[in-house]
């Protein structure tokens, strides 16, 4: 999504937040920058009976997505930096259209029909616009991190933190009082547009999301929903999602996405020297560690960085590049193309010792480094997706010989 008063910001800064990772966004917001809004993140939104219609769609929607008890704030907020509350529906530089700004293919994978289930969802309708961004946005890891929602919503640091504010502004005991004063500053006072009877009972008929696979235990929430899902991302570049798996950028090539989807499936894996290096263990439906196990040394099988490679190259239909056996971390260095990709989808750094693998901006490391987002419940070692920045840690830091760059000639 691009929105009409936003479109700047994605030109500006995407390229900075792509290479400072999404964690980034976690760091900046973990030391304040994320709003009082997200303290609450679990639970019903407040009642909206006597609030203006629009509110009581942020409200019912955030309810049914279990956006936690402030997502109607963070529902009314992108509203208004999207369209200033539905006042300005042009269609953005982006293509994004309709009320919440959804890009068409993003709004074809997501879209929710409210006002009238029996018809097509239309994105200039506002209660399907609002259920579908809740939807998103869930989809997207709401509210466990709005940070990583609202970037995927719009890959802008500068979007993210705007909306953050008016969120809290919308959010806590004065919070519907504001975003009423809001709604009717945009329509010049007017109250009562053509949207605002609601054409049936608030959640009725809405689609179900499909798309949560389980839940976990949290801090601060009896179970938070933690997303499943590898639906690419509006833009070139992957993201990390806040259960440690990744979503591949939408304009990345089929075999850089099929890469993405098969590192999701290393990431619960511990970390086994000599683990996987054989062709049984490169199953594509899901990794096999028991037909090769390796050492064992974290008291299971598991892969080694440079079955973890294999395992991702594997994936997006390189097998034979590697001669249809998982190769070595040193066999890297001679392997495809030298340098770093010129595209930017995949390349490797290898040495006699070590290898890892950068995919559509997302790396695929078995060493901790500054960037690094592990599944909950997951042993601490073994392959996971970390930030871009990981690559230049790993160079700088990890003491075992000079990293050779290699890349695919063809994708």
């Not at 539905?86 to 409210?114: D, K, R």
């Not at 997207?140 to 609202?150: E, L, Q, R, V």
């Not at 683990?275 to 899901?286: D, E, L, R, S, V």
């Amino acid at each position: 999504m691009t929105s009409n008063k936003s479109a700047a910001y994605a030109a500006a800064a995407f390229p900075s937040l792509v290479m400072a990772g999404i964690l980034g966004l976690l760091m900046v917001c973990g030391a304040g920058g994320e709003s009082a809004a997200s303290t609450a993140a679990c639970g019903a939104a407040p009642s909206a009976a006597g609030q203006p219609p629009l509110i009581q769609y942020y409200a019912d929607a955030a309810t049914k997505y279990r956006l936690g008890t402030d997502g109607y704030a963070y529902l009314a907020a992108i509203n208004e930096v999207e369209t200033t509350f539905g006042t300005n529906l042009a269609v953005s530089s982006a293509g994004a259209v309709g009320w919440m700004q959804f890009e068409p293919g993003t709004w074809a994978q997501y879209a929710v029909s409210v006002t009238d289930p029996a018809a097509k969802a239309d994105p200039d309708d506002p209660q399907d616009a609002i259920y579908t961004a809740a939807r998103y946005l869930h989809a997207s890891g709401a509210p466990g991190s709005w940070s990583i929602a609202i970037f995927a919503y719009n890959h802008s640091q500068a979007y993210v933190q705007e909306v953050l504010a008016r969120a809290q502004r919308y959010s806590g005991p004065q919070g519907m009082t504001d975003l009423q004063d809001d709604i009717a500053a945009a329509w010049g006072n007017q109250q009562q547009p053509q949207w605002s009877t609601p054409a049936q009972t608030p959640g009725a008929g809405v689609i179900d999301v499909t798309d949560v696979k389980t839940a976990v235990q949290s801090d601060s929430c009896d179970a938070v929903e933690v997303v499943d899902d590898i639906t690419p991302v509006s833009g070139a570049q992957g993201v990390i999602m806040p259960n440690g798996l990744a979503r591949p950028g939408k304009d990345a090539p089929a075999s850089v996405q099929a890469m993405v989807d098969a590192g999701d499936r290393l990431t619960s894996l511990a970390y086994s020297y000599g683990g996987g290096h054989c062709a049984a263990a490169m199953n594509q439906t899901a990794p096999d560690p028991d037909a090769c196990p390796g050492e064992q040394e974290n008291g299971a099988p598991g892969f080694d960085c440079s079955s973890s490679t294999s395992y991702i190259l594997w994936g997006g239909g390189y097998a034979s590049l590697l001669g249809n056996e998982p190769q070595v971390s040193g066999n890297f260095m001679t392997i495809g193309a030298a340098g770093t990709d010129p595209q930017g989808w995949v390349t490797w750094y290898a040495t006699t010792g070590h290898v890892f693998i950068e995919v559509d901006d997302l790396v695929m490391d078995t060493v901790p480094g500054p960037s690094e987002i592990a599944p909950n419940g997951a042993p601490s070692t073994g392959p996971r997706w970390q930030a871009s920045s990981q690559v230049q840690w790993e160079l700088t830091n990890d003491n075992v010989g000079t990293f050779v760059a290699r890349h695919l000639e063809n994708i």
